[in-house]
């Protein structure tokens, strides 16, 4: 309690303390972002050899195969091996530090781990200091944290977690069972309607062209925007994500001369347009409904 208080009686204390805890949450998510598709992917294969080939399966020493998750092993340089210790680890001042290098083989670093560490420590406190000392802040941190993960994940593999996106769907309705971001009711609507509004596009879509324009993952994604905002906001969702997806698309075709049909993941589209719907949505609902004669 009397860390709460000191929280609201120093509004800059507790944004601060929410871009470094952002910082280091940040870092993690890196190692999500990173591991997360490999995990799946290794339990995709042995759930194939299990059903093609129980016997070898039954044969096989658990033992042989070494421990790969979220904790271990060590991150490490891809290039020479090397450990990276706990002061190398420092989010953004560590990869200043050492320039964008390996400590050891000085092989380059990628700028993306320190801006995604940067981008979730200035979203934390932007989150902090929008929603001020709340049960509303500590959810939608939460939640960012999420999208942050299941954007860049999108961005790698085309892929969407569902180890991500379905615990994000249910934590969204019972966070809303309280009425944190809308009714229960409303949350409910939203998961449902999101969820199938995509299905209807997708199946519309295969039919028409005989071709998949996306995946389940983005419906799921969107089941989970609705859980947490309610149906009110799903319109507003899907317009920004239509229309950012558009223009970085174009974009895409115009400067790096990337092919018509090129796969684009959508996932960053639909996180983007559910982080700002969350942060404006009522005023841009109100906006844009102002909007319509009548």
């Not at 320039?99 to 560490?117: F, M, T």
């Not at 569902?162 to 934590?171: E, G, K, Q, S, V």
């Not at 905002?229 to 997806?245: D, K, R, T, Y």
Request: aromatic share 12%; hydrophobic share 55%.
């Amino acid at each position: 309690m009397e860390l709460l208080d000191a929280f609201r009686e120093f509004p800059l204390f507790f944004i601060g303390t929410a871009t470094v805890f952002g910082l280091m949450v940040g870092s993690f998510l890196n190692v999500v972002i990173h591991r997360l598709p490999k995990m799946m992917e290794a339990d995709w294969r042995a759930q194939c050899l299990e059903f093609l080939h129980p016997d070898q399966v039954a044969t096989e020493s658990v033992a042989e195969k070494p421990r790969y998750n979220l904790v271990v092993p060590r991150s490490g340089c891809p290039s020479c091996g090397h450990k990276i210790t706990a002061v190398e680890n420092i989010p953004v001042l560590s990869y200043l530090a050492l320039r964008g290098k390996c400590s050891k083989c000085r092989a380059p670093i990628g700028v993306r781990y320190p801006l995604v560490e940067l981008l979730t420590g200035v979203l934390t406190g932007f989150l902090a200091w929008h929603f001020g000392v709340s049960w509303q802040a500590f959810f939608a941190i939460i939640y960012l944290w999420s999208l942050i993960t299941l954007t860049f994940i999108d961005a790698d593999t085309t892929l969407l977690p569902d180890d991500i996106t379905l615990p994000m769907l249910w934590l969204g309705l019972l966070v809303n069972a309280a009425g944190v971001f809308t009714t229960l009711q409303a949350a409910v609507i939203g998961a449902a309607t999101g969820y199938l509004a995509l299905w209807s596009v997708y199946w519309a879509f295969k039919l028409i062209t005989g071709k998949e324009g996306m995946g389940y993952g983005d419906f799921k994604l969107l089941a989970a925007l609705g859980a947490w905002l309610g149906w009110q906001m799903l319109p507003l969702v899907i317009l920004l994500s239509a229309l950012v997806g558009t223009v970085v698309g174009v974009a895409g075709i115009v400067l790096h001369g990337r092919e018509k049909g090129a796969k684009l993941p959508f996932g960053p589209y639909l996180a983007a347009a559910g982080l700002i719907a969350m942060v404006w949505g009522a005023p841009l609902n109100a906006w844009y409904l102002g909007r319509i004669p009548g």
